[in-house]
């Protein structure tokens, strides 16, 4: 613990820094507190303290910067279907306490997604016979038979057709955006999950412009890249240090759109392809603490 605190001394100058050390430090120590098959009570500890000086080196804000006003007061027009649903949705969700102008930058929605997607259907049913809305649910492992420790047990989204196309809408897609929890040092370390949603739609420009697009209009045009590109990013935000220690040394992902629609309707799962050990939260400590989670790429 007094290493860890002169970690916190160190990240007020430096946190980038500070938070490799410090990354790399706990999963040095970590075998010490793994016994009889578990983790110590005395790690603890150690587990909140690493928790508090991410909070306090990389803050929660959105990793990626944007800004995107939206005018709370002004309904926009039914001209494009799309907008008026989400604007709506979002409205919805700000509840009475929304400025007359806000930023949507400040709105993550965490823990909304439900309410959000149950909402986007009610719009679309109500304000156009021409659209159509479906609800979709992504569980971890995309297995909702199967408990997977993790932040969220599941994640809902809709897809929607309108005209000859069809569209994926994510209003509360922020959530996965904290930047205090989507870098890849985390992976590894036990009683952590691996980086979030964010890192993994970050590591590539296609993603990255995808990723914008979801986070300032709440949907994007769907077709097999984008859907694949989307779901991708969920499956290995739920991969944890143990499956890279135990397999595959790249982020490679060999599910296919026919697979993922399995997933999504629940006929396979992620679970039935990866060990469960190896998914959500990692509960024992790697075999090897210097494998190198940074020299991963797509």
């Known amino acids: 613990m007094n290493i ?10 430096y946190p980038d820094e500070a938070m490799a050390e410090a990354y790399g430090f706990v999963r040095q120590i970590s075998n010490n507190y793994y016994i009889d098959s578990k983790m110590d009570l005395n790690y603890n500890e150690i587990y909140h303290a690493l928790l508090h000086l991410e909070l306090k080196s990389y803050g929660s804000k959105n990793m990626v910067r944007f800004s995107r006003k939206m005018d709370t007061t002004k309904l926009p027009s039914k001209d494009n279907p799309l ?35 149950e909402y986007v259907n009610m719009c ?3 304000y156009f016979d021409s659209v159509k809305s479906t609800m979709k649910t992504i569980y971890t492992g995309y297995n909702a038979s199967v408990y997977i420790d993790f932040d969220i047990a599941k994640h809902c989204f809709n897809i929607v057709e309108y005209g000859s196309k069809r569209y994926l809408v994510d209003v509360t897609f922020a959530q996965f955006f904290n930047n205090n929890l989507n870098h890849v040092e ?10 979030s949603v964010g890192y993994y739609m970050s590591l590539t420009k296609k993603r990255r412009n995808i990723a914008y697009k979801l986070l300032t209009d709440g949907y994007i045009e769907l077709n097999d890249d984008v859907f ?12 944890n240090g143990l499956y890279y220690e135990n397999g595959d040394k790249d ?14 309707s629940g006929k396979d799962s992620q679970v039935k392809h990866e060990k469960v050990k190896c998914l959500g939260i990692q509960y024992q400590p790697l075999k090897n603490p ?4 940074k020299s991963i790429s797509l």
Do not use: H
Not at 189 to 194: H, L
Not at 228 to 239: G, N, S
Not at 290 to 293: I, K, L, M, P
């Open 4 to 13: 860890i605190k002169a970690y916190f001394k160190m990240a007020k100058q």
């Open 83 to 117: 907008d008026y649903v989400i604007w709506n949705t979002r409205r919805y969700l700000m509840g009475d306490g929304a400025e007359d102008i806000e930023d949507l930058y400040n709105w993550k929605f965490q823990y909304r997604c439900v309410d959000a997607s």
């Open 124 to 126: 679309c049913r109500q």
């Open 186 to 195: 985390r992976m590894g370390i036990p009683r952590f999950e691996g980086p």
């Open 228 to 239: 694949k590109t989307y779901l991708d990013a969920f499956t290995l935000a739920f991969r």
């Open 251 to 264: 982020f490679c992902v060999p599910y296919s759109i026919d697979d993922y629609n399995k997933f999504l």
């Open 290 to 293: 210097n494998f190198d989670f």
